[in-house]
């Protein structure tokens, strides 16, 4: 009977012990030793593995708690730069979560993701200034582009992707791609000016362009 009671009491042990090492550690504040942005990554990473399980519904709704339920989990930022990353995984977030309802097959799930993502980090780069939340949006509204070029949504494609190149001249290259010249896609029937990648290297035609080329959209639906 002693024996049995001892090696219980060493399971315990062991158990307790096993238990704490993976806890988070705490300072001698009492504050959490993982910042919002390191739970942030190991949340990707968690969703990404239930992703391989077939875990769909589980995946999304951990990308949607970094997204809306994130205020209560205890920032612990190391510096100013880690508060700016942090930030910026948000976007990440958006992103992996309009993709994964795209593979899902939930277009209009996806393409609220990339809106509401796109529209608030394009907002936070004015109001902050800030170049990287810029770059992400742009990001955004490129992936939501291609999402609307294979639902067909050329005319939309298009102002999408000429709004991120607005925001981040870096992906100029996507409007050189054979499928909004009309010579080699058919679909693309409305008026798109097939030199449009030389004018984009002057970016202030390239802003007159968008506004002329709004101007011709809103003619033709009044015409429809």
């Known amino acids: 009977m002693g024996t049995w009671r001892a090696l219980a009491a060493s399971f315990f ?63 612990a930022y190391a510096s100013e730069e ?3 990353c942090d930030h910026i995984c948000v976007a990440q977030t958006y992103l992996l979560l309009a993709l994964h309802c795209q593979r899902m097959g939930d277009v209009e799930a996806a393409r609220a993701a ?6 608030r980090f394009e907002a936070d780069a004015k109001s902050r200034g800030c170049s990287d939340c810029r770059a992400h949006a742009s990001k955004l509204y490129v992936s939501w582009g291609l999402l609307e070029s294979k639902q067909s949504n050329l005319e939309l494609a298009w102002l999408l992707l000429a709004k991120a190149v607005r925001l981040d001249r ?28 030389k004018e984009v290297e002057d970016i202030r035609k390239y802003e007159e362009f968008i506004k002329d080329t709004a101007a011709e959209v809103g003619d033709m639906a009044v015409q429809r």
């Open 114 to 119: 990339f809106r509401e993502g796109a529209e």
């Open 82 to 84: 880690e508060e700016i």
């Open 13 to 75: 042990f062991l158990l307790l012990a096993t238990t704490s090492a993976l806890a988070p550690t705490r300072s001698l504040t009492g504050a959490p030793k993982y910042s919002s942005l390191s739970r942030a990554m190991r949340l990707h990473q968690t969703a990404r593995s239930m992703i391989r399980q077939s875990k769909h519904d589980s995946a999304k709704r951990l990308y949607e708690t970094h997204i809306y339920n994130w205020e209560a989990v205890p920032k």
């Open 170 to 197: 870096s992906n100029v290259p996507v409007l050189r791609w054979k499928i909004w010249d009309p010579r080699c896609n058919p679909e693309m029937k409305w008026p798109v000016r097939r030199n449009l990648a």
